[in-house]
């Protein structure tokens, strides 16, 4: 049964700093990894999707990598900005889409 | 043009009572989810259906139907409504065929069993 976990729980940064958020999952037999972002009483948007095939993908500011094998994803986020404050969720397919608990980052002003 | 939309957004009823969500997508997908996202956030799939068929049943409790009239809606019914089903619900899709796209959620709908 796959299982997946996301480290830290929660995470303050002061604006500016660049910080990884991670991701791991228990069974490597999946479709792919994709990682949202959800706002405080919103719903969730899709910020990147790596195919199992692929080992990073990019959008502006955002950076994320799957090592398959080990069963671990990361999210890069570079230049933090408070605008970034949301809660962070993996999720990993394989019959289904699992998710992570999420990480709630709050970037300080 | 929202890609996946629910309906009602809140919902505040009583205990006993049966109700609907309706969640319906304009992406073409073939795959269609609900998830239940609970008090500590914990987003948990409830049912799945592919092209009109259920996949996936989470051993969610049978007051709980969902029903899909075609691959672009899944509604979900809740009968004899208690205190625990208050949550957060939501509705995704996802193309299965192919090489698997990446998954579109609703903005939720927050039901509230008072």
């Known amino acids: 049964k796959q299982e997946v976990t996301q480290i830290p729980a929660a995470l303050s940064v002061p604006e500016g700093e660049n910080l990884v958020l991670n991701c791991s999952f228990t069974?490597?037999?999946?479709?792919?990894l994709q990682w949202f972002r959800q706002d405080p009483g919103k719903g969730l948007t899709s910020l990147l999707l790596?195919?199992?095939?692929?080992r990073e993908q990019t959008s502006g500011r955002l950076n994320a990598s799957l090592d398959k094998s080990s069963g671990r994803s990361t999210l890069y986020i570079a230049a933090s900005q408070p605008g970034d404050s949301a809660t962070y969720l993996c999720?990993?397919?394989?019959?289904?889409?699992?998710f992570g608990k999420g990480t709630r980052l709050h970037i300080l002003p | 043009d929202t890609a996946v939309s629910q309906t009602p957004k809140y919902l505040v009823t009583q205990m006993g009572n049966d109700k609907s969500i309706k969640c319906e997508q304009n992406?073409?997908?073939?795959?269609m989810y609900w998830y239940k996202q609970d008090s500590k956030k914990f987003l948990k799939i409830m049912f799945s259906?592919?092209?009109?068929?259920?996949?996936i049943n989470e051993t969610v409790p049978n007051r709980f139907s969902p029903k899909s009239p075609d691959k672009a809606h899944l509604n979900l019914h809740i009968n004899s409504l208690e205190l625990g089903d208050s949550a957060v619900y939501f509705c995704?899709?996802?193309?299965?065929?192919?090489?698997?796209?990446?998954?579109?959620f609703g903005q939720g709908t927050r039901l509230t069993v008072v």
């Open positions: 259906y592919n092209n009109k068929e259920l996949i």
């Open positions: 999720a990993a397919r394989d019959d289904k889409i699992i």
């Open positions: 069974d490597s037999a999946i479709y792919n």
């Open positions: 995704a899709s996802s193309q299965e065929g192919g090489v698997r796209t990446e998954a579109f």
């Open positions: 992406l073409g997908h073939d795959t």
């Open positions: 790596i195919q199992s095939s692929q």
